[in-house]
């Protein structure tokens, strides 16, 4: 694994350039837009949507949203668009088709209800349930961070089938087996997105299988804000790779690939 935590973060335009034949994949929180206080509070700005819009045409549709959020959450906040999305950190994902694939929603119950207590036992923790999932979020008690983890972690032990994930502020329990890196993964063997070129940008730990599915497919990672990664590019914030993004339909691309910085 190559880390850049310790590197100055270089600002979009060493960002490598999206040529005809790249299957763009994009992460939505802290990556499309900033990050908020809570998840419903996020704003998109209205030339993002303008902007994926054109790029998902110039691309041939080969552009997909891979995210933890739900995928009701990710229509949502991007409407009219309804682009190929991997929600809930692959869960739910569905395909350029149209068609959705998605893992039963079995064995949870029992883990909610564990995860409810901690919630009604401290302050400023908060819970979203998924299809697939269940998160604890703990932004607002970043002091409870251990406690969460504890507990957490004693709760997973005891659900088979599943596994816990760590992201910022966020604990969640999820099926095992599936991330961001495998939907991307699943994508590039489908129309349109295979046999072109992957790149994918986040700006979470876990967005670090999809910086690796990418780069095993001969592609690049973009990791956004601060913090070690394996991806092999760096932008300082969702504000500037918004800006890449605009850049990329409004100039000319190059059919060579970059050199990484």
Known sequence: MSHFGSLPLQNARALPLIAPQTALFLDFDGTLVDLAPQPEEVQVPPDLMITLQRLAAQLNGALAIVSGRRLTDLDQF???LRLPAAAEHGAQRRMASGELLQLPPSGLDEIIRHVRVLERRHHGL??????AGVALHYRHAPGLAATCLKIMREITSTAPGFELLHGKYVLEIKRAGISKGSAIAAFMTEAPFAGRLPLFAGDDVTDETGFAAVQQLGGWGIKVGVGSTRALYRCPSAAALRQW???????PTLPSAPHPI
């Open 78 to 80: 991007l409407a009219p």
């Open 126 to 131: 908060r819970v979203e349930v998924k299809s």
């Open 245 to 251: 993004l605009q850049r990329a339909y409004q100039g």
